[in-house]
């Protein structure tokens, strides 16, 4: 009786039709992915305006910046705490269950949130280091969300729209970053209103009104408000009905669940059932066993070497858009701004192209998807960034012209579409289709703690390399780098080398996540492929 109960949740989750509850999920947790994208990336909007704050140097014919260990450290901390809390609610996920570990990641992102903005003391010492305390435990929360989101998502989807749901899911990032640039557009543009402060080369203390202070407080203590919003709804989730019953071995329980969220009735489901009869010995292989490396080992490389190749490179261009515009000119000479300036040209120059180009590449993934596939995706992105981060490095000289500097807005633009209409969606998505049940979140962990350690190469190694090989041009404290051209270069490399690693990731298009998880085989049947035949009911 068992085994027909599990045959009736399994079945009837993959063939159930697309209902309410399926878009208030993508809306729960995408909250979570809104707020992780927002906090993640609106310090790159406020690191300028710490430098000029904090590290003004009496006399220096430019603004004040943070040195580079300093700058290193807060645009990186959060990634690391990421990093970590990726493989920690991954495993967590597994062992605890998807639910249970739900609400203390966001906890975190609305305690940390808050936190971060009232980083305090009286040198700029110790609020660079409280900062970097509250951060390094925001990236821990947010790095939670990461495993567990995508695998609640996964296995409440039917298998014909799994793929645009996970993808809306994660698409809430682009949200997230537009909104960071949208907020910092919008205080910036009330405390230079009611504050006026003229140019640094007119007046260098002046140009930093003293509540400027209040300003980048303000835009990370807004992280808290959608995880707080969100947090209620998250506590009454049920546990997925596929954890339930494959797992937690309680079938009753996760057929009420299912009825309730889903609004179905067991004889419907019994259907289901008898038309797509399965083998239900599962197997009893643990995490990195032989077994293990036989069946998922590959997938579990491919998954992983991806997603860091991909956020080698999309953390290198997000995290330091600012730098990429003020070296081809887009933004004027921060000695000819104010600080509140200098913070309201930076947001509205990264809002534009969160407007023009990573939003519509989230969504025009979430509505091809499930038609064209994950692996097509995958390596159209990769392909076309290659090409485009060529474009902009090859005649670099080109492109810092004054007359070219749409040309290369455009075509910088289009990276961004492509890595979002490509690797940065797919990369997230698979991992949670393609492993078993009781791994499914920790290995979505480990593939996305991979991504995590290749967005700290990219935010620690793009600072450095990006600088110019000129030392008298470089900025303060920093020794000569290969500059951005030459960074470019490598970032399209490393795009290169993703294409190619895409080869090692299964097709998960149409397929339930027992197929591709091979969940039901029997222990000793290592040769047969997941089963390719799709029943219409």
């Known amino acids: 009786m068992a085994k027909d109960e599990q045959l009736q949740v399994l079945s009837m989750l993959d063939a159930a039709k697309t209902q309410f509850y399926h878009f208030t999920a993508v809306v729960i947790s995408g909250m979570g992915f809104f707020t992780d994208s927002y906090d993640l990336f609106c310090i790159s909007l406020v690191t300028k305006l710490l430098g000029r704050i904090y590290y003004h140097v009496e006399g220096s014919a430019k603004p004040g910046s943070l040195p580079p260990n300093v700058a290193a450290a807060v645009n990186g901390v959060a990634l690391c705490g990421t990093l970590a809390g990726q493989l920690f609610f991954g495993w967590l996920g597994d062992k605890l269950g998807r639910k249970g570990a739900y609400g203390i990641t966001l906890m975190l992102m609305v305690g940390c949130s808050i936190g971060s903005g009232l980083s305090f003391g009286s040198s700029p010492t110790s609020v660079i280091a409280t900062l970097c305390f509250f951060r390094f435990w925001l990236g821990f929360g947010i790095g939670g969300d990461y495993p567990l989101s995508a695998t609640i998502m996964s296995e409440y989807a039917n ?11 994660f698409a809430m990032q682009g949200f997230g970053i537009l909104a960071g640039g949208m907020v910092a557009i919008v205080v910036s543009s009330i405390f230079r209103t009611i504050y006026h402060a003229d140019p640094y080369s007119v007046d ?28 209620y709804s998250r506590m009454k989730m049920p546990e997925t009905p596929r954890y ?32 797509q009869p399965q083998n239900n010995r599962p197997s009893k292989f643990a995490l990195f066993s032989k077994k293990f490396l036989r069946r998922h080992g590959l997938h579990l490389l491919g998954t992983a070497s991806t997603w860091f190749l991909l956020d080698i490179a999309y953390y290198s261009q997000n995290l330091f858009q600012k730098d990429i515009f003020s070296a081809v000119g887009w933004l004027p000479s921060a000695s000819t701004m104010s600080a509140l300036d200098e913070l309201y040209k930076i947001a509205r120059a990264q809002t534009l192209i969160a407007l023009c180009g990573t939003v519509p590449g989230y969504w025009v993934t979430v509505f091809l998807i499930d038609h064209i596939g994950r692996f097509a995706i995958q390596l159209i992105g990769f392909f076309f960034m290659t090409a485009f981060m060529f474009l902009l490095a090859i005649p670099y000289h080109h492109w810092t012209r004054p007359e070219n500097n749409i040309g290369f807005i455009v075509i910088y633009g289009l990276t961004f579409f492509f890595a979002n209409f490509g690797p940065n969606s797919t990369t997230f998505v698979v991992p949670a289709e393609i492993f078993p049940a009781r791994f499914r979140s920790t290995c979505h962990g480990i593939s996305a703690a991979a991504g995590k350690a290749g967005a700290i190469i990219g935010a620690f190694g793009f600072l450095y390399a990006s600088q110019n090989q000129d030392k008298s041009k470089t900025d303060a404290g920093y020794p000569p780098g290969i ?3 030459n960074s470019l270069i490598v970032l399209g490399v490393i795009s290169i080398l993703g294409f190619f690693f895409t080869f090692l990731v299964p097709e998960s298009k149409g397929k339930s996540l027992e197929e591709m998880s091979r969940e039901n085989e029997d222990e000793g049947d290592d040769q047969v492929q997941p089963n390719r035949v799709e029943v219409t009911v």
């Not at 298998?159 to 899911?169: P, S």
């Not at 209040?214 to 707080?228: E, H, K, N, Q, S």
């Not at 494959?246 to 008898?274: G, T």
């Open 483 to 485: 500059g951005m051209r």
């Open 244 to 275: 339930t019953a494959l797992v937690a071995k309680d079938q009753n329980k996760a057929c009420q669940d299912m009825a309730k969220v889903l609004n179905v009735e067991m004889k419907e489901q019994q259907q289901v059932a008898h038309a």
């Open 204 to 231: 260098p203390i002046g140009s930093t009104v003293p509540q400027a202070d209040y300003v980048w407080r303000i835009i990370l203590m807004f992280g808290a408000v959608p995880a707080a919003l969100t947090f």
């Open 159 to 169: 298998k014909k729209t799994r793929g645009a749901f996970i993808a809306a899911v």
